[in-house]
């Protein structure tokens, strides 16, 4: 494995021959690169070698073997490739359909729950003929994973960390409770910036996004982007509603009181 993980989601151990340990309690993404798309989702506890970092970003490594017969040829003209931008206003792509029966991929025969593990809580119960992808199988039992759409409304992030609900007067008000913390926020995006001398929270030449909100309200927010984050949202258009993780920087700048966040993740909500 070759890839990128979020900072504060490792913590040192060398003790075992490794750099890093995978520290969120959920796991965390192994991106491509910083954002970028993901590649793995890495347990709580996973080890791995460090290699460099960037912007609260660590780039990281990890040997080790797989069964073979999980695997297939994929050639480098054919292999598809992976984009580090994603809409929500537009379905992803279907995966191809087999060439025939495969073990790896099944359809309930009848109504089943899902559950988090042979012995835990029931996550969902299927439908028949509802469709799922088969991870790893042990005994009696199957590993599957699922995919389908639910309303955006009634997802909230995988990381617990992350707050909702917080308006941008409650950070202005109250900016040392909210430092260091995780928001959601959806906001407008205007336009794409440049730190400069007069806004003296922001680095002089770190792109940053000026949106409005967090909506409905009417105020100011600064978004501060690494080189990834900057390409993909220079190809927003103006007035597009865009919902985003961020880390508070500041709760309110020095002189016209936004607060500054370093972005996490972006998707559009609305172009």
Same mark, same amino acid.
């Given at each position: 494995l070759d890839g990128w993980i979020w900072a504060r989601s490792v913590h040192? @151990?060398? !003790?075992? %021959?490794? @750099?890093?340990?995978?520290?969120?309690?959920? %796991?965390?993404?192994?991106? $491509?690169a910083p954002n970028g798309a993901i590649e793995a989702r890495l347990l709580s506890g996973f080890?791995?070698?460090?290699?460099?970092?960037?912007s609260g970003w660590v780039h990281v490594q990890? *040997? %080790?073997?797989?069964? !073979?017969? *999980?695997l297939a040829q994929v050639n480098d003209d054919s292999a598809p490739t992976a984009s580090t931008s994603t809409s929500a206003s537009a379905p992803a792509p279907a995966a191809p359909s087999p060439t025939g029966p495969s073990l790896d991929r099944a359809v309930v025969g009848r109504r089943a729950a899902v559950l988090v593990t042979p012995t835990g809580d029931t996550l969902a119960v299927l439908g028949q003929d509802a469709s799922a992808t088969v991870l790893a199988r042990t005994g009696d039992w199957a590993r599957v994973r699922l995919e389908g759409w639910v309303r955006t409304s009634d997802l909230s992030p995988a990381n617990d960390g992350v707050l909702r609900g917080v308006s941008g007067a409650e950070v202005? $008000?109250?900016?040392? @409770?909210? #430092?260091g913390r995780l928001l959601q926020w959806d906001l407008q995006y205007i336009s794409l910036q440049n730190g400069d001398d007069i806004r003296r929270d922001i680095p002089a030449g770190q792109p940053y996004m000026l949106a409005r909100g967090p909506l409905p309200e009417v105020g100011f927010v600064y978004v501060l982007l690494n080189a990834q984050q900057r390409a993909r949202v220079a190809g927003l258009k103006p007035l597009t509603t865009v919902t985003i993780i961020?880390?508070?920087? #500041? %709760?309110? *700048?020095?002189?016209?009181?936004?607060? +500054?966040?370093?972005?996490?993740?972006? *998707? +559009? $909500?609305?172009p």
């Open positions: 040192a @151990d060398r !003790g075992r %021959g490794f @750099d890093l340990a995978v520290s969120a309690p959920n %796991g965390e993404n192994l991106r $491509a080890l791995l070698n460090e290699v460099e970092r960037d990890r *040997s %080790g073997w797989i069964w !073979g017969q *999980s202005r $008000a109250r900016p040392n @409770d909210y #430092t961020g880390r508070v920087r #500041t %709760g309110r *700048s020095q002189y016209l009181g936004n607060p +500054v966040l370093d972005l996490v993740d972006l *998707s +559009v $909500a609305k």
